[in-house]
């Protein structure tokens, strides 16, 4: 089993930037993709961002293309969402995803989830 907690949300001002975290324990070595998604109220959850390695690979939603970028720190099995920019369009919970084999950018596509984070931007 793998345990994913993330960290880093809360409010902030369009315009201004924030980094989520997520943090993974159990057995994450087998991991192979982790991703970012979100979800806002009333709406689906929707893929934000993926990151794979080996080879280090990333993936963007457009609405996240140019604004965010998803890194990870292998040492401390962490991967990270720094999102720049922020609008209230943002504004939903962040969903820390994993699975051990590649896959899409489906909710469905992901064996493992953290608890999310709540990001809130006002405009």
């Known amino acids: 089993q793998v345990q994913l907690v993330e960290s880093g949300g809360g409010l902030v001002q369009a315009g201004d930037s924030m980094r989520l975290s997520c943090k993974a324990s159990?057995?994450?070595?087998?991991?192979?993709?982790r991703a970012w998604f979100r979800q806002a109220p009333g709406k689906e959850r929707e893929f934000v961002a993926r990151?794979?390695?080996?080879?280090?690979?990333?993936d963007y939603a457009d609405s996240a293309k140019g604004r965010f970028t998803i890194s990870r720190n292998a040492a401390n099995n962490m991967i990270y969402l720094q999102m720049n920019d922020l609008k209230p369009e943002d504004t939903a919970i962040y969903y820390c995803a994993a699975v051990r084999t590649y896959r899409g950018r489906r909710p469905e596509d992901y064996d493992y989830w953290g608890q999310g984070t709540q990001v809130t931007v006002s405009s």
């Open positions: 990151i794979s390695w080996p080879p280090l690979n990333t």
């Open positions: 159990g057995h994450p070595l087998n991991i192979y993709l």
